[in-house]
């Protein structure tokens, strides 16, 4: 039932992609003339949101294909999650039908985009710990005993202080609601693109999640003593329970939290106050993913490289696929 329930929302953000980016004369028919005839090119204008958009449709349906045979299921029904996307994607078709300009409309469609890539990458990253494959903390600890860090004397001295503790804690916990205000920023300012950020997001996901998969593990909590909120659920899912489970971040290697908060501020980096407050907010998140998101040293490093080579292969993206697989057919004109 949900397969199909998410097959219909995604088809409905497809159509929103139709109606906001595509041009009504597409396909569109160039001629150009030449000494050796005229040719006519067919030229399909397609929407620059249309690859975040594929992408996170086919995230879906890789999700609920996986899925149908694991059958891992939430405490809280999934619909629940996913009533905020289709008012974001009513909001956008709607604003795109009034004289707001591109701004606004721009805005629902990404907030649509992301709720659906938030919750099915999330869910997604639940089936890849039903691999059950050997967990890796006693090598990623070793790691961090390479580094010359001590997780334990670093949580310590943390947890004593109490503003530095309460500061971290705000910072951590913002990991939810920060993407509502980088995406604003970007869609209402101008200064920065919905579609790179959305892309870098997406890549970062299936390489993380990936990593996880071949190598999961608890955190450093484990090895000290100290059960974690996503502990029962990774050994439920490694057990073969499938559920009801929490909503939880499970994925300690590499860093998911460190590679969103890198990808924050190089989303924003066309303002240089935005850049600048939003790194240094950042930066508060990526000190804050040791000792209160349970990570090793080496998953935040892991998690920041994760994010550069997500951004760069963002960037190699064509903003306009037409630009980049245009086809011609070349005909003669003579009598």
């Not at 906001?20 to 003339?33: A, C, F, L, N």
């Not at 629902?108 to 938030?118: D, P, V």
């Not at 920023?185 to 890549?203: M, P, Q, V």
Request: glycine fraction near 6%.
């Amino acid at each position: 039932m949900w397969l199909g329930f998410a097959a219909l929302a995604t088809c409905r953000m497809v159509l929103i992609a139709v109606t906001y980016g595509y041009k009504r004369e597409s396909p569109k028919m160039v001629i150009d003339q030449s000494a050796s005839g005229s040719r006519i090119t067919s030229v399909w204008l397609w929407s620059k949101h249309a690859l975040p958009i594929s992408l996170v449709a086919a995230l879906v349906v890789v999700d609920r294909a996986w899925n149908a045979s694991a059958r891992i299921f939430w405490e809280l029904p999934i619909w629940e999650f996913l009533l905020p996307a289709i008012l974001f994607a009513i909001s956008a078709a709607i604003f795109k039908r009034l004289p707001f300009g591109t701004r606004l409309p721009e805005l629902s469609l990404y907030l649509c985009i992301w709720t659906f890539f938030s919750i099915f990458g999330l869910h997604l990253t639940y089936l890849a710990a039903t691999l059950d494959l050997p967990l890796r903390d006693a090598a990623l600890a070793r790691a961090d005993q390479m580094l010359g860090f001590d997780w334990r004397n670093w949580h310590n001295d943390v947890v004593a202080n109490g503003p530095v503790l309460k500061t971290l804690i705000l910072a951590y916990e913002s990991f939810s609601f920060e993407p509502i205000a980088i995406i604003a920023i970007l869609a209402l300012s101008g200064r920065g693109s919905n579609r790179e950020f959305l892309l870098s997001a997406i890549f970062a996901l299936v390489i993380t999640t990936v990593l996880f998969a071949v190598l999961p593990a608890y955190g450093p909590d484990e090895a000290f003593g100290d059960i974690s909120r996503w502990h029962p659920i990774l050994d439920q899912l490694r057990a073969g329970q499938r559920g009801p489970m929490d909503f939880a971040g499970i994925i300690t290697f590499p860093s998911f939290h460190a590679c969103l908060a890198l990808l924050y501020t190089i989303a924003v980096r066309g303002s240089r106050a935005g850049f600048l407050i939003v790194g240094a907010w950042n930066l508060l998140v990526l000190i804050s993913c040791v000792p209160l998101g349970n990570h090793y040293l080496v998953d935040v490093i892991a998690g920041c490289c994760v994010a550069v080579i997500a951004w760069l292969l963002a960037k190699l993206m064509p903003a306009n696929p037409t630009n980049a697989w245009q086809t011609e057919q070349p005909r003669r004109l003579d009598a």
